[in-house]
């Protein structure tokens, strides 16, 4: 529900990684079944460690291993199961009773060096040393976890060294404590009589975490509905409690909190248990001795006798909709104890029947009166804590119909107590959970910590918890009879008196509000400083720059050799035929009994006018009416025999050529087996054109789709910024720009604005008419080889779409567009946050082209040995680097910075910089380069992923390979000399920034820029 995860750098940088030049797809598939291992056994010992239970969970073909260390109590988890994706993770009840973020603090120390790996950012750097398919920290509201996973064992038992050692035995220095907590710093470093400011890594991220509205009132309902223990704090850290923070209480925090006795490890796949065992035991464990975590464990929230109301301020969206109307209300209910693992389960099933799609009560009370911008983002069940919580809410609504929502939700949960669901409702539900069984997942081990986590956490029953089937089974009886919804609703809602009404209204004096207190405190906190304290914050400030200044021997962590790395892929078994006119793509593959689809609808036919409108077009193109349903029975259909028709804008450029594009939607969907024929009927169905008439449903969902695209922007602003500046000097991208981009945004409140509402059903019916045709579909299909009738319906399916007169097969219209004028533009994206983000783009060569994978290897390499240590670690932003995207552009960027001019003298100094330090290209440094691509390249493949970069984008496996080897090969002299030819500071390039800088501080002599702000100043 609300990411409450404080997902610190990792995952942002990894969210990096994933983003640039390949695409890439998740991993996790299942391998020809190997020997099982009989070697555990209940009862026995195997290195210190008791195993207590052995279990064979059948619905995911594995078995659970359940295991207790002797003299510690360490609780071990073991998840055995023939995937070549395999996870570890250690984990810790972490549940302070303050705001001062301890331990989001200690997450970030622990990783500043350890006892064997005394190196800063040991993560970070491993990221280059290693092929993980994933590596992370992560803080919850009462736990502390850190995973990764890897397909290589030599690679697999390096990450688990550095990270064991990481969280038993890190240095905790008081200069990291410094770095990464909070500081007292004067502003100019030099100058003693300089004023004193307050730093620190987590004390300026949690200043920006709340600057996304969302979270902000997901931080303020938990603590407002759930007040006692440690669900009452803010386990990031409130920024004006932070500097109560000391050192001796985060080692302290570290000592009773990271101890064995309240570690829960978790390992799955095919790798031996034993060694992990064995490692653990020997290395660690044994050395301590037990310690009664009873001091962490969380109680169940005390149950209120009556609901409560309360209000709360946040700051203006500057791009949102009219400042009247950015209000928002939720309703929020306790529900069930986590340990309730039947409950838990019943009460998602309850959850998605009241208020997903239009068949829920919800959905019919709320959504469909078009008083607001939709649900907000707190809306759902979240099961992640101890005392689990329901909350119904919208956003963008007048204050003056908060009286009106109060009473249509009592009203609704009365209707559905008096009424129940109707039986095809309920199916339709039960259904959508056993296609997830089935639907293999790519990163099925991490998806299965992230989900047992917060139970385990809670001393749940984890073994039984996996077991879905058996849950399943009772639900569907259950749900069944009616009295047994009333009981539930009854139980839950009407009789539950823990209740919190929470409103949420914008305030233009909200950051003023958060300065003032922020500068009363630190002059509080100067005025009790003695002379002797003052000398020694001056000295720590030089200290401290001059360390993070030093170069670090990294000798000491263990990287793979050349030699360790295997190519585990093949070319996928691709069958290419046609079917009427349309040209297909067919993959047998080991689907798990599942059939996918994908099919590309070709857009170049529309005008600029309609095409602005592509995105808002796939959101609603399975909403309404079709031939032979109405909305809602065209819903129940749907969900009850696929798993929803997925629709996107789909703009990819030629791996060849140069300003060549193809511009289209993406439709996509799958089904069980035996569905097949239906999930056909259905897409038939869309081809026949929706009746678009409906002009209420029409406002309603435009009303909910303009609402919905601010949020998330702060979340990845640097996504933001190269997506504009690429705008600047591609037109594939200005393309993309308005479609996705900032541009988007603010076409829609256009379109919102001036057009009537028949003007934009008229469009969309121009646009459905244009391109849902057989003659303008090229499909792909994934299925099991136990499918036997798939090729026979796949067929009649094309040949009924396709109109007879028209004999052409259809072809990748590939659209030619005009380089734009080589004039060095700039645009600044005005917004009132208070970091800000920047990128700088420079067009390149295609994919194809031999200096391609140079430009691509030079990228990794200037991100890790260039911007990373100056633009983060010496000049405060939150992350920054630089990445090749598929059709040549060099993107910079950096993350919630506190700079704009200095960050970008950085990206156009690249050449200088290469040629004072070309002794760092040396051997080493090339290798971890190239690692860190092939860690992208050879991620696993979904088997319903098999060949879709052929698919959609012409890159078949033999060019891939091809880039493979390229990359391999490329030498020392490579890097300098494509640094030099395409990087220099007068190459034509186009610049971004989002934030609160104006513009004349950033702009160069030579460029031309403009800035742009939303419509809500
Ligand atoms: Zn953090």
Request: overall charge negative; proline content about 4%; some cysteine.
């Amino acid at each position: 529900m609300y990411s409450r995860i404080q997902n610190c750098r990792w995952t942002s940088l990894h969210k990096h990684l994933l983003t640039s030049s390949q695409r890439t797809y998740a991993s996790g598939i299942l391998k020809k079944k190997e020997n099982v291992s009989t070697y555990f056994q209940p009862g026995k010992i195997y290195h210190g460690f008791l195993c207590s239970e052995v279990e064979p969970i059948k619905e995911f073909s594995m078995t659970a291993y359940f295991l207790i260390h002797e003299k510690t109590k360490t609780e071990y988890l073991h998840l055995e199961r023939d995937d070549s994706n395999n996870v570890f993770s250690i984990g810790f009840r972490t549940t302070p009773l303050d705001s001062m973020g301890t331990p989001h603090i200690l997450e970030h120390t622990v990783l500043c060096g350890s006892e064997k790996y005394p190196v800063r950012d040991p993560f970070f750097k491993m990221l280059n040393r290693s092929l993980a398919t994933f590596m992370n920290a992560l803080t919850g509201p009462d736990y502390t976890f850190y995973p990764f996973s890897s397909q290589n064992e030599i690679d697999y038992r390096n990450l688990q060294k550095v990270y064991l050692d990481a969280v038993f035995k890190p240095n905790l220095s008081r200069l990291d404590f410094l770095q990464e907590g909070w500081r007292l710093e004067h502003s100019k470093l030099e100058d003693k009589t300089s004023d004193l400011v307050f730093k620190g890594v987590v004390y300026n991220e949690m200043k920006g975490a709340f600057s996304e509205t969302s979270s902000l009132f997901g931080q303020k309902f938990i603590n407002t509905i759930l007040p006692k223990g440690t669900y009452g704090y803010i386990s990031g850290g409130d920024p004006l409690c932070i500097p109560e923070l000391t050192h001796e209480h985060l080692r302290n925090f570290h000592a009773t909190y990271y101890h064995p006795s309240n570690a829960r490890i978790y390992s799955y796949g095919n790798f031996p248990l034993e060694q992990n065992l064995k490692f653990l035991n020997e290395t660690y464990l044994s050395k301590y001795e037990f310690l009664d975590p009873k001091s962490t464990v969380v109680a169940p929230q005390e149950r209120w006798k009556y609901e409560k109301k309360t209000n709360i301020h946040c700051r203006v969206d500057q791009y949102g909709g009219s400042v009247e109307k950015q209000n928002q209300i939720a309703f929020g209910y306790v529900l069930s104890d986590i340990t309730n693992i039947y409950e838990t389960f019943m009460l998602t099933a309850f959850v998605e029947l009241m208020i997903i799609g239009p068949n829920s009560a919800f959905y019919k009370s709320l959504i469909e009166k078009n008083i607001s911008g939709g649900y907000n983002s707190l809306t759902g069940y979240d099961n992640q804590i101890r005392d689990t919580l329901f909350v119904i809410g919208l956003r963008d609504v007048e204050k003056n119909k908060f009286d009106m929502i109060e009473k249509t939700v009592n009203q609704t949960i009365d209707n559905i107590f008096s009424k129940g669901f109707e039986k095809n409702h309920i199916e339709s539900v039960l259904h959508g959970f056993e296609l997830s069984i089935k639907h293999q997942s790519p990163k099925f081990g991490l998806h299965l910590l992230f989900s047992l986590m917060p139970l385990w956490n809670h001393n749940g029953p984890i073994l039984s918890s996996l077991k879905v089937n058996e849950l399943l089974d009772k639900l569907k009886d259950n749900l069944m009879k009616p009295q047994y919804v009333k009981d539930v609703i009854e139980k839950y809602f009407i009789l539950n008196n823990h209740k919190l009404v929470m409103t949420m209204v914008p305030d233009p004096k909200f950051d003023d509000v958060f300065n003032d207190a922020e500068a009363k405190l630190l002059k509080s906190k100067v005025k009790e400083l003695s002379p002797k304290e003052k000398d020694e914050i001056f000295e720590e400030g030089l200290q401290l720059s001059k360390v993070q200044k030093e170069v670090q021997n990294l000798d000491v962590l263990p990287c793979l050799k050349i030699e360790e790395i295997t190519l585990n892929k093949t070319a996928p078994p691709l069958k290419h035929t046609i079917s009427g006119t349309v040209p297909l793509q067919l993959c047998e593959a080991n689907t798990n009994g599942v059939t996918y689809f994908k099919g590309v609808l070709g857009t170049d036919c529309l005008i600029d006018q309609h095409r602005l409108l592509l995105p808002f077009f796939t959101n609603i193109l399975d909403k309404f009416d079709t031939r032979n349903y109405n909305y809602r029975d065209f819903d129940k259909y749907v969900s009850k025999s696929t798993s929803g028709i997925s629709v996107i804008s789909h703009i990819t450029e030629h791996i060849d050529l140069k300003d060549q594009f193809e511009q289209a939607i993406l439709v996509s969907s799958h089904c069980l087996d035996e569905n097949l024929p239906k999930m056909l009927d259905i897409l038939t169905e869309i081809f026949n054109r929706p009746d678009f008439s409906n002009s209420e449903r029409m406002t309603m969902l435009l009303n909910n789709y303009c609402s919905s695209l601010t949020s998330g922007i702060i979340d990845s602003g640097h996504t933001f910024a190269m997506q504009a500046a690429r705008s600047l000097v591609s037109s594939v991208d200005e393309c993309k720009e308005n479609l996705s981009g900032i541009k988007h945004i603010m076409n829609m409140q256009e379109i919102q604005n001036k057009y009537k509402i028949e003007d934009i059903q008229s469009s969309v019916d121009v646009i459905s008419k244009n391109i849902l045709k057989g003659n303008n579909l090229r499909a792909a299909f994934h299925y099991s080889n136990t499918n036997q009738n798939v090729l026979e319906f796949v067929d009649k399916f094309c040949t009924n779409l396709c109109d007879n007169d028209v004999q052409d097969v259809n072809r990748i219209n590939w659209v030619d567009c005009k380089s734009p004028n080589k004039d060095n533009r700039g645009l600044h994206i005005s917004m009132n946050i208070p970091v800000n983000f920047c990128a700088k783009v420079i067009p390149t060569v295609p994919y194809t082209d031999p200096d391609y994978p140079k430009l691509r290897v030079l990228s990794r390499f200037i991100t890790s040995k260039y911007l990373h240590p100056i633009v983060r670690e010496q000049n405060g932003a939150y992350g920054g680097g630089a990445m090749l995207t598929i059709d040549g552009i060099f993107n910079y960027y950096s993350y919630r910075d506190p700079n704009t001019r200095i960050t970008m003298d950085v990206f156009d100094e690249t050449t200088d910089w290469m040629s004072k330090n070309k002794d760092l290209v040396d051997d080493q440094n090339l290798f971890e380069a190239k690692l860190s691509i092939l860690q992208q390249m050879d991620q696993p493949i979904a088997e319903h992923m098999k060949g879709v970069d052929m698919f959609l984008y012409g890159l078949s496996y033999d060019i891939w390979q091809t880039q493979r080897e390229r990359v391999l090969a490329v030498k020392k002299e490579d890097l300098i000399e494509v640094c030099h030819k395409y990087l220099k500071m007068e190459s034509w390039s186009g610049k971004c920034v989002i934030g609160a800088d104006a513009s004349h501080q950033i702009r160069k002599d030579n460029e031309i820029w403009e800035t742009i702000s939303g419509p809500q100043q």
